[in-house]
Nanobody
Framework: QPQLGESGGGLVQAGGALRLSCAVSGGTINWYNMGWFRQAPGKEREFVAAISRSAIMAYADSVKGRFTVSRDNAKNLVYLQMNSLKPEDTAVYYC?????????????????WGQGTQVTVSI
């Protein structure tokens, strides 16, 4: 089964940008829908973005126009480019995977998860 590992989180000022990466080992991501979720303190985990194995993308309304999800199947990597960051984007960001041709937006639908990376956006 695949193992997922996120990187690229950190502290950034409002209006800044970060690029998160999700490295997948133990299997090719070619067959997987890949998703990004986030969880802020005291809140439930919420959907951010997803990209299907045919590169169909989905975004939460709160990040549309600011975040871009992409994948590099040859490198087994998935990215989340985050621009125009806001303090309310502060959260732990998780990468997730599900072997399916669909694009999935529900956390319960995913089988594999990374450990998360902290993103903090200061005023």
């Amino acid at each position: 089964q695949p193992q997922l590992g996120e990187s690229g989180g950190g502290l950034v000022q409002a209006g800044g940008a970060l690029r998160l990466s999700c490295a997948v080992s133990g299997g090719t991501i070619n067959w997987y829908n890949m998703g990004w979720f986030r969880q802020a303190p005291g809140k439930e985990r919420e959907f951010v973005a997803a990209i299907s194995r045919s590169a169909i993308m989905a975004y939460a309304d709160s990040v549309k126009g600011r975040f871009t999800v992409s994948r590099d199947n040859a490198k087994n990597l998935v990215y989340l480019q985050m621009n125009s960051l806001k303090p309310e984007d502060t959260a732990v960001y998780y990468c997730a995977a599900k072997r399916t041709g669909l694009v999935l937006v529900g956390a319960i639908e995913y089988d594999y998860w990374g450990q998360g990376t902290q993103v903090t956006v200061s005023i």
